[in-house]
């Protein structure tokens, strides 16, 4: 099974910003209880998506300059990066109808 690719400050632009696919960013922490609550509908994304939607993760505690960068606040955050520039965001675990709606919106 596809697995999220996971991204640091030093990765970010050659794999997100040049990136020729939408991207989803799962903002998140190891300590985050609701992040780990979403991980499984993320994973599942990048299965059914591959091919169409590169599927990232970022540890905010890792990755303090895209956290910076990207203002968050508050984890879990997913963004949705299209031609290198941020169309959307939700915050919170989502439902993965929500998340799909938003990926459907992006890929059209």
């Known amino acids: 099974?596809?697995?999220?690719?996971?991204?640091?400050?030093?990765?970010?632009?050659?794999?997100?910003?040049?990136s020729q696919l939408p991207v989803l960013i799962d903002f998140g922490a190891v300590w985050c209880g609701p992040c780990r609550a979403l991980a499984p509908t993320v994973d599942a994304l990048c299965g059914e998506y591959a091919g169409k939607l590169k599927v990232c993760k970022v540890d905010v505690d890792v990755a303090q300059g895209i956290?910076?960068?990207?203002?968050?606040?508050?984890?879990?955050?997913?963004?949705?990066?299209?031609?290198?520039?941020?169309?959307?965001?939700?915050?919170?675990?989502?439902?993965?109808?929500?998340i799909v709606k938003v990926i459907d919106k992006l890929l059209a």
């Open 67 to 98: 956290s910076g960068e990207y203002g968050i606040r508050s984890v879990p955050t997913l963004i949705f990066i299209k031609n290198g520039v941020e169309v959307d965001r939700m915050v919170g675990a989502v439902p993965k109808k929500e």
């Open 1 to 18: 099974m596809a697995e999220p690719l996971e991204i640091t400050d030093a990765t970010f632009d050659a794999e997100i910003k040049q």
